[in-house]
């Protein structure tokens, strides 16, 4: 049976821009490319504008001489996430800048 999706969203200013953040999809198994790590979106709270995804890398393990791929619902802390979106805005995301989502990936995790 699938588990449930989790419904995690936080609402935050950066400066001066009114932001709001929502989990997109946790970590998983894609065929194509493998494990995938947990994404994040952002996006101004009112206005339709240019939005960040965080892309995070799978959570590894090591486990007695083997390596492994929990599929395991990481902690997402909401500083972590904060400070990761100032990364991406020094990287270049610019919130009321228009056109396809900046995609930021993070070297860490959110949690």
Do not use: N
Not at 17 to 35: I, K, M, N, P, Y
Not at 70 to 78: E, G, K, N, S, Y
Not at 98 to 104: C, D, N, S
């Amino acid at each position: 049976m699938p588990r449930a999706k989790r419904k995690i969203q936080s609402e935050f200013s950066i400066d001066g821009f009114s932001l709001v953040w929502h989990l997109h999809r946790d970590q998983q198994w894609c065929t194509a490319d493998g494990w995938k790590g947990v994404a994040i979106h952002v996006k101004l709270v009112e206005g339709v504008r240019r939005e960040l995804h965080l892309e995070y890398p799978a959570v590894v393990t090591q486990k007695r001489g083997y390596t492994r791929i929990d599929p395991i619902q990481p902690a997402i802390l909401t500083a972590r996430v904060e400070t990761h979106i100032r990364q991406a805005m020094e990287a270049g995301w610019d919130p009321e800048s228009r056109g396809k989502p900046f995609v930021y990936e993070v070297e860490d995790s959110p949690g």
